[in-house]
C-alpha cells in the first residue's frame, strides 16, 4: 500500500496502484448527494479499455489536497474542495467516496 491519506478500493481503476491513486488529482461528483451512493468518482477510468497503466512513483500519489469535490452537501466540502483528513473510495459500481458525510 502506498503512503498516503487517500485509499482507493476500486481495483479496476487504472489509476489504481496498491490502493493509492495515481491520476494526478481527482474529481468527486455528486452535487445533489446525500448519501455516499449518490456520489462517484468522476476520475475513474476502467483498466480493461485504458490504453495506459498507473504510475509506480511515490510522488505522484494523489492525497486529500488533489481531490475536487462537487458533493456540496458533504461536510469536508469547503468550496469544492475536499478537506477530510482521510478519504476512502470503493470498489463499487460507481467508485463512490466512502468518506461522504452529509451536512
Known amino acids: 500500500m502506498i503512503n498516503s491519506n487517500l485509499n482507493c478500493s476500486a481495483t479496476s481503476c ?6 493509492g491513486c495515481f ?10 448527494a446525500t448519501t455516499t ?20 512513483n511515490e510522488c505522484d500519489c494523489v492525497g486529500t489536497n488533489n481531490i ?6 458533504c461536510k469536508y466540502n469547503e468550496s469544492e474542495l475536499c478537506k477530510a483528513d482521510q478519504v476512502h473510495i470503493n470498489n463499487d459500481s460507481n467508485a463512490s467516496c466512502e468518506t461522504f458525510i452529509s451536512r
Open 14 to 19: 487504472a489509476h489504481n496502484n496498491a490502493g
Open 23 to 32: 491520476a494526478g488529482g481527482i474529481n468527486v461528483d455528486g452535487r445533489q
Open 37 to 56: 451512493g449518490h456520489t462517484n468518482c468522476s476520475s475513474y477510468v476502467d483498466k480493461a479499455s485504458a490504453g495506459f497503466t498507473s504510475s509506480a
Open 68 to 73: 475536487k469535490c462537487k458533493a456540496t452537501n
